[in-house]
């Protein structure tokens, strides 16, 4: 049920995100005398409107987005009403039309900003200083939490009655204890104490040396077994290893707190880093094409392929379920940052094509002037529908693949 709840409210914060993003639109495009003819949350059959002024605004039946129209947006629209000529959209000075169009990416990056400066002072950010990677998480002191048995498997299963209960737990070790040495062996990080751990037989026993509370101290106990891939190939196969029975237990915080005005610069930072991550995301896509097909038809789903609306509202389901509210506002964050970056993209029908076709003819214009040549006038988009029409075919075709996958092979970040 807690599940269901997470994915209906996720879904709608998408939707709330997308109708904002054409309000920006309609509201930019309104200030600047252009006429906006309609404004609809969702697509399909009208289930309510009204009319104020010349806009009509309602709520259709298929809530998977929304839409405004502005009359004139091309100068090849041929639903402009002569009175209406002067004040179609493609008449405007270029700086105007770019804000309107950049004002749907703007909203999603200011939602997604507004979010962070909350979270900032009210929960933290993420660390940059926490490891963010397995070989990062090796560095850190070797202080132990424990665990309740140990898995004999590789799944990542929980605990079942019959399972070994944890050496570490049967020595006396506490969660907050730091190892220091196993069999004489000194450990130094997490990593050593793994590396030491590797080096033993299961089911011999073990001289552990730790400090808790700044006290040293010293304990044995008989290892459990269960299989690992190797240290240095963490996608292998897995092999019988000595195990413990412990976690680690992060000694650097993983968020930090801030002022409202110390958020800003923290907000700001997040968002750069973000920016880098979304950038490169972005230009991996070709790239996992291959692994989506390989999760639908039955191989194992990559961690780091994409994700569809869908999947992204079933991730947000399973936040919910696990009450870890502070992920699903960071996945809420990471859409409409994504959103925003690749709705610029300068390809037509997004909204930084037109940026760009708007831009180009600036130039070119300019260009013309200077050579004292006329004005070559305005891109003809008829003669773009090609392009356009492949970009709408490529692009419904990754949605397509993203959506099954999801549906039939959907990420997991929480064991079942």
Known sequence: ?????????????????????????????????????????????????????????????????????????????D???????PRAMWRYPVWKRTIVMS????????????ALW??????????????????????EPAVISLAPCVVPDNTGRECRADDTASPAAQAKLRDGDRITSLNGTPVNNYGDLLTALRATTPGSRA????????QPGTTSTVLAQTQRPPLD??????????????????????????????????TADFTGNMAVQTAHAMQRIPQ????????????????????????????????????????????????????GVFNLLPLLPLDGGHIAIAWFERVRSWLYARLRRPDPGRVDYLKLMPITYAVILVGGAFTLLTVTADVVNPITLFSR
């Open 79 to 85: 639903d402009v009403e002569p009175a209406d000529q």
């Open 103 to 114: 004002a749907g990416s703007i909203t999603h990056f200011a939602l997604a900003l507004g």
């Open 207 to 214: 001289e552990i040396g730790y400090v808790r509370d700044g």
């Open 233 to 266: 190939n963490p996608k292998g196969e897995a092999g019988p290893v000595s195990a413990l029975g412990v976690g680690l237990q992060f000694t650097t915080p993983t968020r930090v707190g801030y002022g409202p005005v110390g958020a800003i610069g923290a």
């Open 1 to 77: 049920m807690a599940n269901l709840l997470g994915v209906t409210l996720f879904a709608l914060f998408i939707l709330v995100s997308v109708s904002l993003h054409e309000a920006g639109h309609m509201l930019t495009a309104k200030a600047f005398g252009m006429k906006v003819t309609r404004y609809f949350v969702g697509f399909g059959p009208t289930l309510w409107s009204f009319k104020r002024g010349e806009t009509e605004y309602g709520i259709k039946g298929i809530p998977l987005g929304g839409f405004c129209k502005i009359v004139g947006m091309t100068p090849q629209d």
């Open 288 to 339: 996992k094409v291959p692994a989506l097909w390989t999760a639908i038809t039955g191989g194992e789903r990559d961690m780091d392929t994409p994700i569809s609306v869908v999947g992204a509202s079933r991730l947000g389901g399973e936040f919910v379920a696990n009450d870890a509210w502070y992920g699903f506002f960071l996945l809420f964050v990471s859409l409409n940052f994504f959103i």
């Open 118 to 139: 909350i979270m900032a002072v009210s929960v933290g950010l993420p660390n940059p200083a926490f490891p963010a990677t397995d070989a990062e998480a090796r560095k």
